[in-house]
DNA sequence: CTAGGGTTAG
């Protein structure tokens, strides 16, 4: 908490006129730097103190800070500070019309217009309007009164508003036209687009506008790593930011962020380690903002006591904090301690939990099995806290109790829900019937889900494996002639780890694509050899396809992760954790191999699912079987 | 004085 009042240290050697100019300075600066009303009603008695309450000036600044600290109309405070000064100019106007910018900023603008003489507008004026209109045809109309008004046409500023209202109402292309017929840019238009692309997932269109642009700053550098990292494309934002910091552009806090999160898509620990030296280049590792990040990176790169080392160095722990730590401990299985984190949080900090941290806490009951902490926290929070739950919260909720084996009684939850449910519910729902093989809710689930999303082949295949595990093959193919139908999956399966060069080596099921091919070929064989005296037996009934038990147990030699454990036995050292990062879940055998091979090698393997950890140390697994 | 922002279920 910052408690130390503005200081006004006044310099009485100073002759008057610069004196006065001086003072306006000094309490400009203070309304700056203020972080409470308190504060503010302090420096405002300051300003009357001194005979400046009809600046217009610092007037302005007031509003704007005021704003900032939510105190707007209709709280009369704003409107009391404007009205003690007796002629107005441009500026407290539109600082006036950009307070109301929820009520009705319009009203006062017709006020402004009504002044005689009218107050000349200024082009933000009319941006503080664009700003605040609440729709695209209420911009337009905004917009066509900015350019009746004259020498507006071409405003920078004005254009540039209008980009980013198209932006707001999600009509990328119509800011897009306004980018076009613009005489003039500057670098905000560029990245403003660039931003609108990389929102609605368009990163070539983003790229090739940012490629375009005549200058680059941090801003859009950072616009361009975020870009790449929001939409699941880690290694271009890396290249990216490595093109930034070639290109001499400093990085700032914020450009970090989008680094950090590529890094944790990777998983991979070299890069844990890489953009740790990063960060510490500009020590702003305990800043809540990158200490967050890098928590949730290090746990997404199996690193959990690194992340748990970073977490206690942050010195301002909020919200964001403790979600991410939450969320990490409860990726790798350890629940208890996830839920011991909460309850430190609420027991011993002023941190109050939001509906992420929720979604937390649940998913860390339901990787754990624990179903009455889950039901204890779901109600807690409605109580408690005061936090409506929504689709993602009975989603977590789905999740645990079908995960549990309580299918029915998961399935009641989703259609008594208060909200309607959503894909991702259904997809617990139908996730719950593939663990406990359930083909007639998988049928129900499934059905809402190819509504939900058509496009989503996986929903298919799911399904078709539930019915293959059933034993109903006919289902089965019909089933698979959709999928046939359908074309081939956008993203397959795979497999990726690190060599210690930080290159990162993919594999996908029964490929020969890798240059050591022969080599892991061999050492896989010559593991499961090893594995078998120590009595592994394949589990055949992790194939979906109906072939011979020979042709199974040849499918599953050829499962990605395989192939990544025996490039890691094959190319790191004796002492080093294989870790490796999966796209989709591990399989029942693969779990059974890496469990034996932790033993039988006496080496400590990570693999990273698409949502968790497995720490597979001496034959056992961290997740205790239940994933 | 408008452009980039950490935690999120299947």
Redesign the pocket.
């Known amino acids: 908490m910052k408690s130390n009042s503005p200081v006004i240290s006044f310099p009485p050697h100073l002759p008057f006129l610069s004196r006065s100019r001086t003072l306006k300075t000094l309490l400009f600066s203070a309304i700056s730097s203020s972080s409470s009303l308190h504060q503010l009603r302090q420096i405002h008695a300051l300003i009357h103190l001194f005979g400046l309450h009809a600046s217009s000036l610092l007037v302005?600044?007031l509003l704007?800070r005021l704003s900032d600290l939510g105190i707007v109309p209709p709280n009369p405070y704003p409107s009391l500070l404007f009205s003690q000064v007796p002629s107005p100019n441009s500026?407290l106007w539109?600082?006036f019309i950009?307070s109301h910018s929820f009520s009705s900023p319009l009203s006062i603008y017709l006020l402004m217009r009504r002044q005689r003489p009218p107050p000349p507008p200024l082009s933000?004026t009319f941006?503080?309007l664009l700003?605040s209109a609440q729709s695209i045809s209420e911009g337009i109309q905004i917009h066509a009164q900015t350019i009746s008004m004259g020498g507006f046409d071409s405003d920078?500023?004005v254009l540039?508003?209008l980009i980013?209202m198209y932006?707001?109402s999600n009509h990328v292309t119509n800011a897009r036209q306004v980018f076009d017929e613009m005489r003039v840019r500057?670098?905000?238009s560029?990245?403003?687009l660039?931003?609108a692309y990389?929102?609605i997932g368009d990163m070539d269109s983003a790229a090739e506008l940012f490629e375009q642009s005549p200058a680059k700053?941090?801003?859009?550098?950072?616009?361009m790593v975020?870009?790449y990292?929001?939409n699941a494309r880690p290694r271009e934002a890396l290249t990216v930011f490595k093109r930034m910091q070639a290109s001499g552009v400093a990085?700032?806090?914020?450009?970090?962020?989008?680094a950090?999160?590529a890094c944790?898509q990777l998983g991979t620990s070299n890069y844990a380690i890489w953009i740790r030296q990063v960060v510490d280049r500009v020590a702003v590792r305990k800043?809540?903002?990158?200490?967050?990040?890098m928590?949730?990176?290090y746990?997404?790169c199996g690193l959990i006591v690194d992340a748990q080392r970073m977490f206690l160095e942050?010195s301002?722990?909020?919200?964001?904090?403790?979600?991410?730590m939450?969320?990490?401990l409860?990726?790798h299985g350890r629940a208890a301690d996830a839920i011991a984190l909460f309850e430190e949080m609420v027991t011993t900090t002023d941190v109050r939990p939001?509906?992420?941290?929720f979604?937390?806490v649940?998913?860390a009951c339901?990787?754990a099995g624990l179903v009455e902490e889950g039901r204890r926290y779901f109600s807690l929070m409605k109580k408690k806290y005061r936090i409506t739950p929504?689709?993602?919260?009975y989603?977590?909720m789905?999740?645990l109790l079908?995960?549990v084996g309580f299918i029915v009684e998961a399935h009641e939850l989703v259609q008594s829900m208060p909200v309607e449910p959503?894909?991702?519910?259904?997809?617990?729902?139908?996730?719950?019937c593939?663990i406990h093989v359930n083909p007639e809710i998988a049928k129900i689930a499934s059905e809402r889900?190819f509504q939900?999303?058509p496009e989503?082949i996986?929903?298919y295949i799911v399904l078709s494996n539930i019915y293959a595990s059933a034993g109903m093959w006919d289902e089965v193919s019909k089933l698979r002639k959709i999928v046939r139908g359908m074309g081939l999956r956008k993203n397959p399966a795979s497999s990726w780890m690190e060599s210690g060069d930080g290159v990162i080596h993919e594999f996908f099921a029964g490929d020969e694509l890798h240059p050591r091919s022969k080599e892991m070929k061999e050492t896989l064989e010559y593991l499961l050899g090893r594995l078998r005296l120590a009595g592994y037996v394949p589990v055949l009934r992790s194939v979906v396809y109906d072939v011979s038990d020979v042709e199974k147990e040849r499918i599953l030699k050829g499962h990605s992760e395989k192939l990544a454990l025996a490039f890691g036995v094959l190319t790191t050292g004796v002492r080093d954790v294989i870790r490796i990062v999966k796209n989709v879940r591990i399989c029942e055998d693969c779990h059974v191999v890496m469990k034996m091979a932790s033993s039988v090698i006496e080496r400590e393997i990570a693999v990273r699912d698409?949502?968790?950890f497995h720490h597979f140390r001496n034959g056992v697994c961290s997740c205790c079987d239940f994933w």
Request: glycine fraction near 10%.
């Open positions: 302005a600044k704007r500026f539109t600082a950009r933000f941006s503080a700003k920078l500023f540039n508003t980013d932006i707001r500057d670098i905000l560029w990245t403003s660039v931003v990389s929102r700053d941090v801003v859009s550098w950072t616009a975020g870009g990292s929001q990085f700032d806090e914020i450009s970090l962020l989008g950090i999160n944790a800043s809540g903002l990158v200490g967050s990040a928590v949730d990176m746990s997404k942050i301002e722990k909020d919200v964001y904090s403790y979600s991410a939450i969320s990490g409860a990726a939001n509906r992420v941290t979604i937390n649940l998913t339901s990787h929504d689709a993602d919260h989603t977590c789905t999740d079908g995960r959503n894909a991702a519910v259904w997809g617990a729902l139908l996730g719950a593939r889900l939900l999303e989503g996986g929903h698409n949502l968790r």
